[in-house]
């Protein structure tokens, strides 16, 4: 029985990460699987998100931190959102500049943004605190659950150890929930847009930009408010974690973590497909800690277990690339194509 | 703060040849391969560590000890230098028989994914075998020389002329043999070279070699300037390799050149007013207003 | 049994077939011209003939030798040598490395072959060492001809060699095409300039939806009513 109730809390710790990630599939499903804009520059949004959030909703500065700004502790929904705002905004500027531009500059534009955003992470302490991170951030209800599962606990001395390590993990399986709640939501609300007219004028521009174009749409707008809005997906996607995490650090928005896998996750899952968005999510965070378990039995460092766990990604997604691009669940079909 | 320009210029130029050896292979990449190849840096990075091990194997055995005068290494940097080179280009004519071959036909945009892949690949085979902590090329403190009124190492000068030393010799391989005028000619028109009954996939393979083996002199070069390499100097070399192949225009190794001296002296002189670890966003700073006022680049056609 | 033979060809791009069952033959020093409407398949039969496009159905010949589906850079080794109808020139090289470049698969000396083709051309030969991409679309064209020669081809298909040009370059060309022929190549051109093509050729063909649909003497085919009132303009 314990070692269920170990299961069962390891799952529930991995589907929230697993959650988070497919937010940020779904946002770049967006831009990329729906408009076809190459944004390597995912970790950038993230960051700006859980930072956001993390200083909207966070602790003040204390005594040991050399940060100076933020921390007003507002409620976790403006976080939410407030890491949203500040992710399109970025977004929109960046989007300007370059959605005019080829794929690969704007691939290249996005990979800049990303590692300049990462180096004013790391650099300017006074809003970031640095390399230090951000400690103690709440999350939502956590208090009030902790306080209810104590009392309940208290009340029944007589429960077995098993139940209550269960019952101890009470606020992963609500946060659980809560993120499940908002993934449903958001796949939800993403599936009527994508077949609303905007949703339409997309995919049309993405099988024929010329054609397009002629039939008057002003495709540089639509673009741009695709890009803007999976941007705002990867930014909540951040406050999710920061509030989960509690502590933030750059090395959890470094290239691999922050970009590399969400793409790996899209591709594998199918890019032009919500659920295959989804679904790449759960497998590749899936396959990405199994692979934890593996290297654990063989006498490497941790340096060179997650060197030959990256390798394995980056060797997944060129076999993918070469032998299935369409990824598992291959594009959503609409309606019947026509025939060219 | 303006007395220092001359001698920002100065380390402008040094830095500014290890982008430009980066840059000119990421160019004719780009220009006959066309895909912007993400895994360049991680060559640079290759060459580095593939010198170093020869380094450190040469010191074990006790052979090719000593320095060149004032330079801060010997005898054993020729081998370790030229195997260096070789072993690369092999390395990356080996990847696109592998994996970009096999993806001609297929979109660009998905050869620059899969080389985003290959370049987490490599950074990563090569973080496993040599570990994350820096490796040195040398630990001795040197001494500078007045040159002109600015003051720069041995190691530097000969920085700045071996850098000059392989953009001639690039230069002459594209003018006057027949491999590099297929190169120009597949950059510009790769369906007529094949029509022409030129062998792309020969070229093709001289394209990777190359690129790889200046990419390699240039990582080399870096690790000799800052003494030290680490698995992420390629990667972060990338951002300074992409802005000087844009300002200086896709499709023009020479562009490329001279890309690379400018973001080289813009980072150097950009210290005198920002932190030098925003000299990355300098140069993506230059890369970005080159996209918005003149994205064809400087010497760029297309 | 002619120089060069392509039997029922059926070919096109993707799923889609452009021709459905195209024959035509070229024989030793011939000139033969292909016309027919916008889209016959004038341009795809020339493609395939050169292993750009490999035919779904349909045997092609070259001096009694099978080279259906051959790619291009063997074909130019057997003595083919193909103009392509745009972007037939690399205009960041010189005159002379454009015609060193059609030389490329050989070894050994090329000189006495570009001393060929500058005679053939002799502005070419004044020009040799201009960038390409600065010349003219007639001195151009000139170019892309001579780069085919440098192999000594058996045989030389064009495409549209004069889409694009001023009347009275379109002239030069057919002059340079008849010089071509008399220093013994065998000549196959599509053509939209169907009357001064056909008025060179010793043969011609006439392609309409992706088929054969007349065939004769370039004599014949002029005189024709019916062809001459749909496509050779009146």
């Known amino acids: ?340 | 703060m303006w007395e220092r320009l001359p001698q920002l210029v100065a380390y402008g130029l040094v830095s500014g040849s290890v982008i430009t050896l980066g840059a000119i292979g990421l160019s004719l990449t780009y220009s006959i391969l066309k895909f912007a190849n993400f895994a360049h840096g991680d060559l640079m990075t290759t060459g580095a560590y593939i010198a170093c091990g020869f380094l450190l194997l040469f010191r074990f055995l006790g052979v090719l000890g000593g320095r060149f005068g004032k330079l801060s290494f010997g005898p054993a940097m020729i081998p370790a230098f030229l195997l260096a080179l070789a072993g690369t280009a092999i390395l990356a004519i080996l990847i696109d028989r592998l994996v970009y071959r096999r993806l001609r036909r297929a979109r660009p945009v998905m050869r620059l994914m899969a080389s985003v892949g290959v370049a987490f690949v490599l950074r990563n085979v090569i973080l496993f075998s040599a570990g994350a902590d820096p490796y040195y090329y040398s630990r001795k403190i040197q001494r500078a020389i007045y040159i002109l009124g600015v003051k720069l190492k041995a190691d530097q000068l000969f920085i700045i002329g071996l850098a000059a030393v392989l953009v001639v010799f690039l230069h002459l391989f594209l003018s006057y043999t027949k491999v590099g005028k297929a190169m120009r000619a597949m950059a510009d028109n790769p369906e007529l070279a094949q029509v022409t009954g030129i062998n792309t996939e020969r070229i093709i393979a001289w394209t990777w070699g190359i690129g790889a083996a200046l990419a390699a002199a240039g990582g080399i070069l870096a690790g000799i300037e800052n003494k030290l390499i680490t698995p992420e100097l390629g990667w972060q070399a990338l951002l300074p390799l992409f802005a000087a192949v844009i300002l200086g225009g896709i499709g023009s190794p020479y562009g490329a050149m001279a890309g690379g001296m400018l973001i080289g002296m813009a980072e150097e002189v950009s210290t005198a007013f920002v932190s030098t670890a925003y000299k990355p966003a300098i140069a993506f700073g230059i890369l970005v207003l080159m996209l918005i006022l003149r994205p064809q680049g400087l010497f760029g056609r297309r | 049994m002619r120089l060069l033979e392509a039997r029922d060809i059926h070919s096109g791009y993707g799923d889609m077939e452009v021709l459905h069952g195209v024959s035509v033959e070229v024989g030793k020093e011939e000139i033969v011209t292909i016309i027919g409407p916008n889209g016959a398949g004038k341009s795809t039969l020339l493609k395939t003939i050169f292993g750009l496009l490999r035919p779904h159905k349909g045997e092609i010949s070259l001096d009694g030798r099978e080279v259906t589906g051959f790619p291009p850079h063997v074909l130019v080794r057997l003595g083919m040598c193909y103009v392509p109808q745009v972007d037939n020139v690399f205009p960041s090289l010189t005159v002379q490395e454009n015609l060193e470049m059609g030389a490329f698969v050989l070894r050994g000396d090329i000189k006495p072959r570009l001393e060929r083709v500058y005679e053939l051309f002799p502005l070419l030969r004044r020009r040799r060492r201009q960038r390409v991409g600065k010349m003219s679309g007639g001195e151009r064209q000139m170019v892309a001809m001579g780069r085919a020669l440098m192999l000594d081809p058996t045989i030389l298909l064009l495409d549209e060699p004069t889409a694009a040009l001023a009347p009275n370059l379109v002239e030069n060309v057919f002059q340079s095409v008849k010089a071509i022929r008399d220093s013994g190549v065998a000549i196959l051109i599509v053509e939209q300039n169907a009357k001064q093509s056909l008025a060179i050729s010793d043969r011609g063909y006439v392609l309409v939806d992706g088929r054969n649909r007349f065939q004769g003497t370039g004599r014949e085919i002029l005189e024709n009513e019916e062809i001459g009132k749909l496509f050779l303009g009146g």
């Not at chain 1, 697993?18 to 960051?47: E, M, R």
Request: net charge positive; charged share 15%.
């Open chain 1, 1 to 340: 029985m314990d070692t269920v109730v170990g299961v069962l809390n390891y799952l529930v710790f991995f589907s929230i990460t697993a959650g988070i990630y497919a937010v940020l599939t779904l946002g770049l499903n967006i831009q990329w699987g729906y408009t076809g804009l190459f944004n390597i520059g995912v970790a950038g949004f993230y960051a700006i998100g859980a930072y956001t959030s993390a200083l909207l909703a966070g602790p003040p500065p204390g005594t040991l931190d050399w940060r100076v700004f933020g921390g007003w502790m507002l409620p976790f929904p403006v976080g939410l959102l407030g890491s949203a705002l500040v992710s399109a905004i970025l977004a929109l500027f960046i989007g300007w500049i370059t959605i005019r531009l080829r794929e690969d500059y704007l691939a290249i534009a996005t990979i800049g943004i990303a590692e300049v955003l990462r180096l004013i992470i790391k650099n300017e302490a006074w809003l970031t605190n640095g390399v230090w991170g951000i400690k103690n951030i709440p999350s939502p209800l956590f208090p009030t659950i902790q306080r209810g599962v104590a009392g309940f606990l208290s009340a029944h001395p007589g429960l077995p150890d098993w139940a209550r390590r269960l019952l101890e993990g009470t606020y992963n399986w609500f946060y659980l929930a809560l993120v499940l709640a908002f993934l449903l939501v958001l796949y939800w609300l993403l599936e009527r847009i994508l077949r609303s007219p905007w949703g339409r004028v997309l995919r049309a521009i993405r099988e024929d930009e010329v054609a397009a174009a002629a039939q008057g749409k002003n495709v540089a707008a639509f673009k741009l408010q695709a890009f803007v809005l999976g941007a705002a997906l990867m930014g909540m996607a951040g406050s999710l974690y920061a509030h989960y995490a509690r502590f933030l650090s750059v090395e959890k928005f470094e290239p691999f973590y922050g970009t590399f896998i969400v793409w790996v996750m899209l591709v594998a899952g199918g890019s032009g497909n919500n659920k295959g968005a989804i679904l790449g999510a759960f497998l590749i965070w899936g396959l990405w800690a199994a692979t934890d378990f593996l290297t654990g039995y063989l006498p490497f460092t941790d340096v060179q277990a997650s060197a030959l766990r990256i390798v394995l990604v980056g060797l997944i997604l060129i076999a993918i690339l070469i032998l299935r691009p369409r990824g598992l669940l291959g594009e959503e079909k609409f309606v019947s194509r026509m025939l060219r």
